[in-house]
């Protein structure tokens, strides 16, 4: 569509294990280049925001995930021409062997957040979830059905 061809929808994933440590990527490019960042990437049109970042922090680092909820929302307009929006969810790992995804990496790992903000290489978006409570995410409501007048094949509330 012509009205949205300069708005961008992107997700990211907090993902946290047993042992408080983060997901955390070192990417190759862009503005992130050479900085610690939660694994991203774009929603496709034939996914759902949670559906993208399930693949995208599998894509990235090799790790399954499922959802716990949403954290927050990013918003920014880049050079006052293309709206840039990132959902920034809260996700739980169901496996741990890293493997980086190298060709858009230098390196994938699950960092403890103290020893990540010594190393004084994070995003700002990283520094800013230090301050994440898990009490304020949002869960996700599923197999709703808003009417069949939408035609929507998936549906989901964050609330």
């Given amino acids: 569509m012509e009205r949205c061809k300069n708005v ?8 946290i294990s047993d042992k408080g440590e983060w997901l955390v990527v070192n990417k190759r490019y862009g ?3 050479g900085q610690w960042s939660l694994p991203a990437g774009f929603v496709k049109n034939d ?18 995930t499922e959802i716990e909820g949403i954290v927050g929302v990013r918003s920014g307009v880049i050079k006052g021409d293309i709206s840039d929006n990132m959902l920034i969810f809260l996700l739980k790992p169901l496996s741990f062997e890293v493997n980086a995804q190298l060709d858009e990496l230098y390196e994938a790992k699950f960092y403890h957040p103290d020893l990540l903000m010594k190393e004084g290489k994070q995003s700002l978006l990283l520094e800013q979830l230090l301050a994440f409570k898990k009490e304020r995410m949002q869960t996700m409501l599923d197999g709703l059905n808003p009417g069949d007048q939408f035609g929507y094949t998936s549906y989901k509330l964050f609330l």
């Fill in 8 to 15: 961008w929808l992107a997700v990211s994933g907090l993902v």
């Fill in 31 to 33: 503005g992130l280049k």
């Fill in 47 to 64: 996914e759902t925001v949670d559906e993208a970042v399930v693949r995208e922090v599998l894509e990235e680092t090799g790790i399954h």
